[in-house]
């Protein structure tokens, strides 16, 4: 008998898509708008599979889940949120979700997800009863703010690996929440009772790395007078932080795989482990990868440390994320006073963000101080910040790509733009062959190796941006 799947979904568009693209893989497939009346067909037809939305009118999706749980207990539901935060997916797995898919989604997406939720066996998500309360309230100040696609994929990473103790690797570049996401893994796992110890291993003195996080033994070095123990004991039960990992001095890594197979710490200086209990969830700006092939991180320990990665979005990413989150910067800088009109917002949205949230955080800060109250303008907001060698030059680019597309969907002034792809490509491609033929005085043959261009195409490429006759050298052009 074919797999069954009910959708429930007030919007229409949706729930036709679904439906189709579910009928297609030869599912038999039922729809309901309501919540209540989707939870009368799970009644009478137990479903192996359930889209759930959670905006609903009458009883909401989540109310649902619960009862869904009850009826249908071998169903695994896919929850479908529009601007659901982390407590929404925390919520969902908590419920017993099999998934959750932010809109809008692609079919595909959820055409995987359907598939692997009919082939699940019952029981197998993580979600239940034992999973660990909501602790992270919107006004926490660790609260993660944002409503884009991609802060909510973030926030679905988060609700489905806090309750376990895997590893976790956050990646992202410098400012982008990468510490808040550890604390937010940390605040919904049953450790939450626990300490959370952060560890900025680039602000350790190398030489003190190994006895801070593995602690030492009395007299295991000068100045050693008493025996101490390391942030990993300190943290015994509860999570450890590691920002910076790529930072870890080669020798200290082995100590550290040795702490995460074994779950045991041997102080420096010491002759006997002790047992401690930590989650480790570390983060980075670097390539680790990179680091691994070059040889300066334990390939061991990397795959290790990235059981589970998050890979947080560059705030230039989720632009739909910045008005949020100036508002929620406000209401904490210039509580009731600063007002942030439709074009400080705009301008807010286009200009560049090389330090992510944290420096729109410190722009909004400083703009309240200039604006004394009064509505804030673009001339109150500092120039973007330069992260000399911070940013990797590929970020440095897609930074530019970014602004240059906004650039060019302002300059329609509400016109559809046209030929983006050819106009992006008219701006950059000249400066990349005059750069190469400069950088090779000149020889063209040598231009077409680096450039991996045919001769013809660099010949007709240097013609169309008038090249040709200020690199022409001759060497290999008739
Ligand atoms: N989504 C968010 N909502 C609210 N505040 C945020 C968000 N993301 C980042 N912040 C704030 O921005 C600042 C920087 O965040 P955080 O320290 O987590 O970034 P990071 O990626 O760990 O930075 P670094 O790479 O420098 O270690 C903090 O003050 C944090 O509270």
Not at 73 to 84: D, N, W
Not at 109 to 126: C, F, M, T, Y
Request: glycine share 10%; charged share 20%.
């Amino acid at each position: 008998m074919p797999s069954s799947v009910l959708i429930i979904d007030d919007e229409e568009s949706v729930a036709w898509a679904l439906r189709k693209a579910c009928e297609r893989q030869g599912y038999r497939v039922a729809v309901s708008a309501t919540a209540e009346a989707g939870l009368d067909l799970a009644g009478q037809h137990p479903p192996d599979a359930v889209f759930l939305d959670i905006r609903l009118p009458g009883m909401d999706g989540l109310t649902a889940l619960g009862k869904l749980r009850h009826l249908a207990p071998a169903a695994a539901v896919v929850v479908i949120t529009a601007h659901g935060n982390l407590s929404t997916a925390v919520k969902a797995v908590e419920g017993g979700a099999f998934d959750y898919l932010s809109k809008p989604f692609d079919l595909d997406q959820a055409l995987e997800a359907v598939k692997r939720a009919v082939g699940r066996s019952v029981g197998a998500n993580g979600g239940g009863p034992n999973t660990p309360a909501l602790a992270v309230q919107p006004d926490d100040p660790d609260a993660i703010v944002g409503r884009s696609a991609a802060i909510q994929a973030v926030f679905k990473r988060i609700a489905l690996v806090a309750p376990s103790d895997a590893c976790v690797l956050v990646t992202g570049g410098s400012g982008s929440g990468k510490e808040l996401v550890a604390r937010a893994i940390h605040a919904n796992s049953p450790r939450r009772g626990k300490p959370f110890l952060p560890v900025h291993v680039a602000a350790l003195n190398p030489n003190l790395v190994e006895s801070e996080l593995f602690g030492h033994a009395k007299g295991a070095f000068t100045g050693a007078d008493r025996a101490r123990p390391g942030l990993l004991t300190l943290a015994d039960g509860g999570t450890v932080f590691l920002d910076e990992l790529a930072d870890i001095p080669l020798p200290v890594q082995a100590k550290l795989l040795r702490v995460l197979e074994r779950q045991e710490v041997l102080p420096v200086g010491g002759t006997e482990a002790h047992r401690v209990n930590v989650r480790v969830v570390s983060a980075t700006h670097a390539d680790l990868s990179a680091a691994v092939a070059a040889g300066t991180f334990r390939h061991d320990l990397f795959f290790r440390l990235n059981v589970y990665p998050i890979p947080v979005p560059a705030l230039g990413d989720r632009a739909d994320d910045i008005g949020p989150l100036a508002e929620h910067f406000l209401r904490k800088f210039a509580p009731g006073s600063a007002e942030l009109p439709a074009d400080t917002l705009a301008f807010l949205k286009a200009r560049s963000w090389p330090g992510n949230v944290r420096e729109l955080r410190n722009a909004l800060e400083h703009a309240a101080i200039v604006a004394r109250g009064g509505p804030l303008r673009p001339e109150h907001f500092p120039a973007p910040m330069s992260i000399p060698g911070g940013a990797a030059v590929g970020d440095r680019l897609a930074a530019v790509v970014r602004e240059w597309v906004r650039d060019r969907v302002d300059k329609t002034g509400g016109a559809e733009p046209a030929d983006l792809y050819q106009g992006l490509l008219n701006d950059v491609e000249p400066v990349l062959l005059a750069e190469v033929l400069r950088q090779l005085d000149g020889n063209r043959l040598a231009a077409t190796r680096w450039l991996g261009l045919a001769r013809a195409t660099l010949r007709k490429l240097m013609r169309k941006y008038g090249l040709a006759d200020a690199a022409g050298d001759g060497t290999d052009e008739s």
